[in-house]
């Protein structure tokens, strides 16, 4: 496998007044890549924009592979917590996990 971990962050436009993640997931997309260049993961960890990961409602939502851990409500503030926890440390961020 060539990345050790993969995040999809939703970046899906929706019609006007419909919830989604949108414009949000696009600068997690942003902060997420620019901190994993600083920490030089960006080569072991993966990070791109998505279409809708069907928790419109719960957005912004992000998922890491390989676990398959959905994330929702992510703030550009969680972007370090979610890195240093679960990127490195392999420690689900519990107050921002989705259960389905």
């Known amino acids: 496998m060539r990345y050790k971990k993969h995040v999809f962050i939703c970046t899906n436009q929706k019609v006007e007044g419909k919830k989604c993640c949108g414009g949000n997931g696009t600068a997690l997309v942003n902060a997420f890549r620019e901190r994993l260049k600083e920490l030089e993961m960006n ?6 924009a ?7 409602g719960k957005g912004p939502v992000l998922v890491v592979y ?3 851990t959905y ?3 992510v703030q550009p503030e969680d972007v ?7 990127l490195i440390s392999n420690q689900p961020v519990e107050r921002l996990a989705l259960e389905f």
């Open 80 to 86: 370090e917590e979610i890195i240093q926890n679960h």
């Open 66 to 68: 390989p676990e398959g």
């Open 50 to 56: 998505s279409g809708c990961l069907d928790t419109c």
């Open 43 to 48: 080569v072991d960890i993966r990070v791109q």
């Open 71 to 73: 994330y929702g409500k």
